[in-house]
């Protein structure tokens, strides 16, 4: 079976043929599950958004749909058995199925995929093409459905332009003119759109015709908004009339021509990944090749020292790719198997760390952070007994990315960086001298310490201009920009309009940083968001903004900017726990902060909780880049109300 939601709402036997889902309102229910994407709905919620006022028996009614619509979609279920796919779970239902068997899953998952990859994959020509009209086409009266189809109608625009840019990345663009031209005419406020279709023109031979494009593009938003265009339509009419090598295509480079082994294969990827950008991309690409290759071979030590063997500082506890993490690990996990408990142990310590640096802590469940923590245990015992400093210090890099099971652990992670950076000095082992660093200036941000912070920043500059880490000065910028925001709030401090200016130049600098996704998604929104609770301000309303990974935990506030209290209470008890990684500290404040505001005491309690070891850090300190301003106010704010 098949549920379509991108257009008029339809379930679909295997063979293509239609179920009977019943009338409007069975529909409505099966796609507001839908649009849950497998989480609980309360039976309030659902009575709520079926009707402007429910009737008196309508949690009856509703209880009438679901048990039709169970009827509908497992229509073989032997009876007295429990349903499979329409569950009741604790005070609502809930969807599971299977995320390639919904179109709007299938095309949210190759909207990602696109954003993570510079080739354009087949899929997400595909998931464009299911679009059959706008979503949720046949529940047009209801509130829910408005505000899902504008989120979704957004994504798609962003998947047509991503497309686009992606051909345009590739040389295959030109063809895009009519297309863009078209897109331009009928959303003519998307800036990226002009500059795409400039692109287009430029490719098919038209300087001319692009560089009227973007004139016109300017005059439209000076006469009719008061807007001057973005950097990026500005660089771009610059570039076209430089003639400027940034407009031609893209032409990958690295082994291209060349057939190579995978140990030197790996060995290459992993001098790559150290320059950052287009070429960390394809590092990662290249090493998991080359892992696959050494698997084909049937050489377990090969496979070990090539999985081993690319041993690169890793910052971050949400993965760029988590796809490809998750294939590297498990290919280690095999090579762990297939070497066994008397393996070599310097090949055991090297898979078991790789292990614990590819699992980032923000994409997994709870069984595989265990199994993560207790491959980190393993790998530093193995090193420290082999006395390999270069061994240790990849080990310690798992350590301290495994240091987020709970609030808190800023101090935990700080005596890390330490050792780091003691064993990269002593043993002239600069690439983990800049991890040394960094993780120090993130501990040191949630501690509040700003001056060791800024020490550890100036220090990790140095030494990246000998090392050609390129991605440093991005980082470092980010962290200036927190500071900014910090001590806007002093007497005498910035205002809060140049710490926002600040974190626009640093997001625009991330912006043109490629291969760092995990980085980079809803980081700015969330900054923002910051440095409004900062001034006691409320959320940032703005469609526009990518909200990415944190949205679950925004929303409450961002709805009750809007005046929604009561949608913002709905979604306060969809708030799940937040992922342990360098965000959780800042996620548990903003839930805490949307529970007193709405008064929800279960909700303040629980964040209390989570909340208490974190007392003295700074909230979003940990990330080094941004600040929603002291755990210890969010904490007193969760008190107070779990105490009424």
């Known amino acids: 079976m098949r549920i379509d939601v991108l257009g008029a709402v339809r379930a679909l036997h295997d063979d293509g043929t239609p179920l009977d889902l019943g009338g409007p309102r069975h529909r409505e229910v099966l796609a507001r599950l839908v649009a849950a994407g497998g989480r609980m709905v309360p039976t309030d919620t659902l009575v709520d958004d079926l009707w402007a006022e429910p009737p008196v028996r309508a949690v009856g009614a509703l209880r009438t749909f679901v048990a039709a619509l169970r009827r509908a979609i497992e229509p073989g279920r032997p009876p007295r058995t429990p349903p499979r796919v329409l569950l009741t779970e604790g005070p609502g239902y809930a969807l599971r199925l299977p995320r390639d068997t ?285 006395g390999d400093p270069a061994l240790l210090v990849f080990a310690l890099n798992g350590v301290f990315l495994q240091l987020f099971t709970r609030p808190g652990l800023a101090a935990a992670r700080d005596v890390i960086g330490a050792e780091v950076l003691d064993l990269a000095a002593r043993h002239r082992l600069p690439d983990f001298a800049v991890l040394g660093r960094l993780i120090r200036l993130q501990s040191a941000s949630a501690l509040g310490d700003l001056d060791a912070a800024a020490a550890h920043a100036e220090a990790a500059e140095q030494v990246a201009v000998s090392t050609e880490a390129s991605l440093v000065p991005v980082l470092t910028g980010w962290f200036r920009a927190r500071v900014t925001a910090a001590r806007s709030t002093g007497p005498g401090g910035p205002a809060a309009a140049t710490a926002a200016a600040h974190y626009r130049a640093a997001e625009q600098t991330l912006a043109e940083t490629a291969g760092m996704p995990g980085l980079h998604r809803g980081l700015f929104a969330l900054a923002l968001l910051g440095l409004r609770l900062l001034h006691g301000r409320p959320a940032p309303t703005d469609p526009a903004l990518d909200w990415g990974p944190y949205r679950p935990w925004t929303r409450p506030l961002v709805l009750l900017a809007r005046d929604r209290d009561e949608e913002a209470r709905a979604a306060l008890t969809m708030t799940p726990e937040p992922p342990p990684d360098h965000m959780q500290e800042a996620l548990w404040c903003l839930t805490a902060h949307a529970a007193a505001r709405l008064g929800e005491r279960p909700v303040a309690a629980r964040a209390a909780t989570a909340l208490r070891a974190a007392r003295l850090e700074d909230a979003g300190g940990a990330s080094g880049m941004l600040t929603l301003g002291p755990v210890a106010r969010y904490l007193a704010e969760a008190e107070a109300c779990a105490d009424k």
């Open 102 to 386: 919904v179109d709007v899953h299938r095309f949210e998952d190759a909207l990602a995929r696109a954003r993570r990859t510079p080739d354009v994959p087949a899929d997400l020509d595909a998931a464009l093409a299911t679009w059959r009209g706008p979503a949720y086409a046949d529940v047009a009266g209801s509130p829910w459905a408005q505000r899902e189809r504008t989120r979704l109608e957004e994504l798609r625009l962003e998947a047509v332009e991503l497309r686009a840019r992606l051909l345009l990345d590739s040389g295959s663009g030109a063809e895009l003119v009519a297309e863009l031209g078209a897109h331009v005419t009928e959303h003519p406020w998307r800036e990226p759109a002009w500059g795409l279709l400039a692109r287009a023109l430029h490719q098919a031979g038209r300087q001319a015709d692009a560089l009227a494009t973007l004139r016109r593009a300017r005059t439209m938003l000076v006469d009719q908004l008061g807007l001057d265009p973005g950097a990026d339509l500005r660089r771009l009419e610059t570039d076209i009339l430089r003639g400027a090598a940034t407009l031609r295509p893209a032409r990958t480079v690295w082994t291209a021509g060349v057939r190579l082994g995978p140990r030197t294969t790996v060995e290459l990827a992993r001098t790559l990944a150290l320059a950052g950008g287009d070429a960390l991309i394809h590092s990662r690409r290249d090493r998991l090749a080359a892992v696959r290759a050494a698997e084909r071979t049937g050489d377990t030590a090969l496979t070990a020292r090539v999985i081993g063997a690319y041993d690169v500082p890793a910052l971050w506890s949400r993965a760029d790719d988590p796809e490809q993490s998750r294939a590297v690990v498990a290919a280690a996990e095999r090579t762990l198997t297939a070497l066994g408990t008397d393996g070599p142990a310097e090949l055991r310590a090297r898979l078991l760390a790789t292990v614990a640096v590819e699992s980032r802590s923000a994409d997994l469940s709870a069984t595989e952070r265990r199994r993560a923590g207790q491959a980190a245990r393993e790998a530093e015992t193995l090193a420290r007994e082999l």
